[in-house]
C-alpha cells in the first residue's frame, strides 16, 4: 500500500467517525475541512471526535493535541504518525 | 451476539444492540406513535454506548413532539451540578425509557448551583421537578484544593454548603431530593498509610460520604450510591482527569451510560416500579446439567466442584434475595416431579420447596408460564425477572412479553451472579420489616389459596381464616411502611396518588385529614400493614382522596371492613355526605367498579375519571368474617 492510498481509507474512517459523532450524514471530508466548516462542532463533540477516533484506531492522543485541529489533513497525519509508531 | 469479554461499563446484563440499530433510530419519525414508542423503548432497552445513546436521545427528542402521549409515566428531574452534563442527559433520557419512564430534565446552569437553589424563580425552581439531583464534583465543593496537614477539617463545612443547597431547593419547588456521595481518587500521597492521614482526598472522600450517610438516616431524601459504582468500575478507569481538563466531564465517558442507567433505577423505584419477582429456569441456570438427561446424580451444585460452586453462588444468591423480600418462581421446561424432587430430595440444594412462591415444569412456552406466575401472585408481568441460561428462551420471552426483564446470561455461570445484580432490577428505596416478610405472606396465600378450594362457600372460608384488623390513624411508627404502600401499590389503588415521606408525616398532625392504616393478622401469619386510606374533610363532605391496598389480600372483604370504620368515623363527626374520586390508570382497572360496589352513586366524571358519592343516612351495616381493633 502506498502512503497515498493509506492516507485515502484514513481519510474515509475519519468521515465515517465524524457522521457519528456530528450526528450528520452528509459531511464530506477532504484535507482542507476546518472546524469552521461544522456546524456541530464544539468543544465537548470535539472531545468525543477525538475519543471517537481513539476507538476507532487504537491509539490515545495527548491533551496538548486535543483543542487545537487546524484541518482535517492535520488530523489524518496526527493519526497516521500514531499508527505507524 | 455475546457481550465478551465482560465488561460493567457496557451494560453487559442488556442484549446487544441490534445491527440495524442506526437505521432503526433514524426511522423512529416515520413510525405510527404507539409503535414509536414501542421501538423506541426497546432499542433504549440494549446496551447502548454513549455515541449511541446520544443518536437515540437526538432522534426520539424529535420523535416525541408528533407523540404527546407516551403513555409512560413522566418524571420531572432537576440535576443540580458543577461539571458538564452534555454527555449525561442524552444517556439519562435513553436509560429513563429502558425503566419505562419518560423522563423531563432541568438542568442548572453551569456553576449556578447555589443560585438555583435559593432563587424561587430559578428555572429548576420554578419547573417544580419531581426531584433535584445534587450531582457534585469534589473537584467543584468547597473543600481545600490540596493538601494541607495544618488545616482544618473541611468535610463538615461542604456537607453543611450541600445541605443549604438541598434546603433551598426543597423550600423552593422541588419535590424530592437525591444526593450523590463522591467516588474517591484513585491516588494517594502517603500509600497505604492514607486511610489515616487526615486531609488527603482519599480521607476527605471517605468522611464525607460517611458523614453523609449519617445525615440521610431517617430522611426521605434518597442517595445515588456513585462511590460504590466507581469503586465497581475501579477507580482508574471511573476517572479520565483529561476529560475533567478538557471538557470538565465528571468521570470517564465510557462510563456515562452505566451512570445513566443506576440513576434511572433509582427514579424507577421511586415511582414504585421496581420489580418484584425473580423467576428462574432449572437445567444450567440454577445446576449443572439436565436433570432430566442426566439425573438426580448427575446434576452439578455440590461444594467443592468449581461448576458446582457457580450454581450454588446462584441458588444462595436466590434465596438472599427471598430474605431481602423478593419472591422466587420456577418456570421450566422439564417434568414436574422430576424438577420438584430435587427440591425435595437432592442433599446440595441450598433452595427448597418452601422457598418457592410458584413452581412451574411442564412443557408449554414460558412466556404462557410467566402470564401464569403473574396471575397467581397476583402481581404485574412487568413486576417479574426471568433468568434462563438459554438464549432462545430469552428471545421468545423478550419479544412476547416486552415488559418481562430478561438479563442477558454470559456462558461461564461464574458470571450468572454478578450479572444478574449487575442489572439491578431489584432497586430499593427503603427496607422494612414488611419487606422481610414478604416472601413468607406470599407463601402463606398459596397454602391460603389451597385451602380455599376446600372451602365452597366464600365466607366460611373466610371465617375459617380468622381474621383480625387492626385500623389506625397514621403514625410515625407506621410511617414508612405507609409511604412505601401509596408509591408502590398500582391495582387496588383508586387514585394511585403518590405522597413522600414528609407529606404522610404532616398528615399525622393535620386536623384536616382523616387518616388510617391497616394491618391484617390471620390464622397462616401477620400480612403487615395492607390498606391505607386518607380522607380531606371538605366542607362539603369527606373527600376519600387516597385508598389503596396490598393485592395479597383481595377478595378478603377487607375493603368493606374498611369502608364501615369510614362510615362510622364519619357518623361520628356528623359528615353526611362522602365522596370518593378514581382515576384510571393501565394498572387498576380491578377498582374500576369499587365505589359503585359499595353502594355510591357516580355523580360527574368519565372512564379515565370520575367522582362519586355515599349518603352516610343510607348506609346498611354489614356482617364481615373478621374482627376489627381500633386504636
Same mark, same amino acid.
Given at each position: ?51 471517537? +477516533? ?5 491509539? =490515545? ?25 | ?63 416525541? %413532539?408528533?407523540?404527546? #402521549? ?5 418524571? #420531572? ?50 419547573? !417544580? ?49 437525591? $444526593? ?21 482526598? =482519599? $480521607? !476527605? %472522600? ?75 429456569? +432449572? ?18 451444585? &455440590? ?48 433452595? @427448597? ?40 428462551? =430469552? ?33 430499593? %428505596? *427503603? ?21 380455599? &378450594? ?26 414508612? @411502611? ?21 407529606? %404522610? ?8 385529614? $382523616? ?89 360527574? *366524571? ?26
Amino acid at each position: 500500500m502506498t502512503n497515498n492510498q493509506s492516507k485515502q481509507t484514513n481519510l474515509e474512517r475519519l468521515e465515517t467517525v465524524f457522521k457519528e459523532v456530528f450526528d450528520d450524514s452528509a459531511i464530506v471530508l477532504t484535507e482542507r475541512t476546518t472546524p469552521a466548516d461544522i456546524e456541530a462542532w464544539d468543544s465537548l463533540s470535539n472531545l468525543r471526535m477525538f475519543m471517537a +477516533l481513539e476507538n476507532e484506531f487504537g491509539i =490515545r492522543f495527548a491533551t496538548q493535541e486535543i483543542g487545537h485541529v487546524q484541518d482535517v489533513g492535520w488530523l489524518v497525519d496526527l493519526v497516521d504518525s500514531k499508527i505507524i509508531s | 451476539m455475546d457481550h465478551s469479554p465482560w465488561s460493567f461499563e457496557q451494560l453487559p446484563w442488556l442484549p446487544l444492540p441490534s445491527a440495524d440499530f442506526a437505521r432503526l433510530s433514524d426511522a423512529l419519525p416515520q413510525l405510527p406513535c404507539p409503535e414509536r414508542i414501542r421501538t423506541v423503548c426497546t432499542l433504549a432497552g440494549s446496551a447502548l454506548n454513549t455515541d449511541q445513546s446520544i443518536r437515540l436521545a437526538r432522534r426520539w427528542r424529535k420523535a416525541r %413532539i408528533e407523540c404527546p #402521549r407516551t403513555g409512560l409515566p413522566t418524571f #420531572r428531574l432537576a440535576i443540580a451540578s458543577n461539571a458538564t452534563l452534555g454527555l449525561i442527559l442524552p444517556c439519562i433520557e435513553v436509560s429513563a425509557l429502558r425503566h419505562g419512564l419518560h423522563l423531563e430534565v432541568i438542568a442548572t446552569d453551569f456553576g449556578q448551583t447555589m443560585q438555583a437553589a435559593l432563587d424561587v424563580n430559578s428555572s429548576v425552581n420554578a419547573a !417544580r421537578p419531581d426531584a433535584i439531583l445534587m450531582a457534585m464534583d469534589h473537584r467543584g465543593l468547597p473543600f481545600l484544593p490540596g493538601f494541607d496537614p495544618e488545616a482544618t477539617d473541611s468535610v463538615c463545612e461542604t456537607l453543611d454548603h450541600l445541605e443549604r443547597m438541598r434546603d433551598g431547593f426543597l423550600r423552593n419547588g422541588c419535590q424530592a431530593v437525591i $444526593w450523590q456521595n463522591l467516588a474517591p481518587t484513585p491516588e494517594g500521597l502517603f500509600g497505604s498509610l492514607e486511610p489515616m492521614i487526615p486531609n488527603t482526598w =482519599r $480521607w !476527605r %472522600i471517605e468522611r464525607f460520604n460517611q458523614g453523609l450517610i449519617e445525615r440521610l438516616q431517617g430522611s426521605s431524601d434518597r442517595l445515588l450510591d456513585v462511590a460504590g459504582l466507581a469503586m465497581a468500575v475501579g477507580l482508574h478507569r471511573w476517572h479520565d482527569a483529561r476529560g475533567w481538563q478538557q471538557a470538565r466531564l465528571p468521570f470517564s465517558t465510557a462510563c456515562v451510560p452505566l451512570y445513566a442507567d443506576h440513576l434511572s433505577r433509582l427514579l424507577a423505584a421511586m415511582r414504585g416500579r421496581s420489580r418484584k419477582c425473580l423467576v428462574l429456569d +432449572l437445567d444450567n441456570t440454577l445446576w449443572g446439567g439436565v436433570i432430566g438427561d442426566d439425573g438426580m446424580t448427575g446434576i452439578r451444585m &455440590a461444594e467443592g466442584d468449581p461448576v458446582g460452586e457457580a450454581y450454588r453462588a446462584m441458588q444462595r444468591l436466590a434465596l438472599d434475595l427471598r430474605a431481602r423480600g423478593i419472591l422466587l418462581a420456577i418456570c421450566s421446561k422439564n417434568d414436574a416431579e422430576i424438577a420438584s424432587r430435587a427440591f425435595r430430595e437432592h442433599p446440595e440444594m441450598i433452595l @427448597r420447596p418452601e422457598h418457592i412462591a410458584v413452581f412451574i415444569a411442564n412443557w408449554e412456552d414460558k412466556a404462557s408460564n410467566l402470564r401464569r406466575i403473574a396471575e397467581r401472585l397476583n402481581i404485574g408481568i412487568d413486576s417479574l425477572v426471568f433468568v434462563d441460561d438459554n438464549p432462545v428462551e =430469552r428471545a421468545q420471552v423478550r419479544s412476547a412479553l416486552p415488559e418481562v426483564a430478561v438479563p442477558e446470561l454470559p456462558e461461564d455461570p461464574a458470571l450468572y451472579v454478578t450479572t444478574l445484580l449487575a442489572g439491578g432490577y431489584f432497586e430499593a %428505596i *427503603g427496607f422494612t420489616s414488611e419487606d422481610r416478610q414478604r416472601a413468607d405472606q406470599y407463601q402463606a396465600n398459596a397454602t391460603r389459596e389451597e385451602s380455599r &378450594a376446600e372451602h365452597a362457600d366464600l365466607d366460611g372460608f373466610l371465617q375459617s381464616l380468622e381474621m383480625r384488623l387492626l385500623m389506625q390513624p397514621f403514625d410515625a411508627l407506621g410511617r414508612a @411502611r405507609i409511604v412505601q404502600l401509596v408509591n408502590k401499590t398500582n391495582q387496588f389503588n383508586l387514585t394511585t396518588q403518590r405522597y413522600d415521606a414528609r407529606e %404522610i408525616e404532616r398528615m399525622e398532625q393535620d386536623p384536616s385529614k $382523616w387518616t388510617l392504616q391497616v394491618r391484617l393478622l390471620d390464622r397462616f401469619g401477620d400480612n403487615g400493614m395492607i390498606s391505607v386510606v386518607i380522607i380531606d374533610k371538605r366542607a362539603d363532605g369527606w373527600m376519600i382522596e387516597a385508598w389503596l391496598m396490598s393485592c395479597r389480600v383481595i377478595s378478603r372483604r377487607v375493603e368493606e371492613a374498611v369502608f364501615e370504620r369510614i362510615v362510622a368515623a364519619a357518623r361520628q363527626a356528623g359528615v353526611e355526605v362522602l365522596l370518593g374520586s378514581y382515576v384510571a390508570t393501565e394498572r387498576n382497572g380491578l377498582v374500576r367498579e369499587h365505589y359503585r360496589k359499595l353502594g355510591f352513586e357516580r355523580l360527574s *366524571g368519565d372512564d379515565a375519571a370520575s367522582i362519586w358519592r355515599f349518603r352516610v343516612a343510607d348506609h346498611v351495616t354489614r356482617s364481615l368474617p373478621m374482627i376489627i381493633e381500633e386504636n
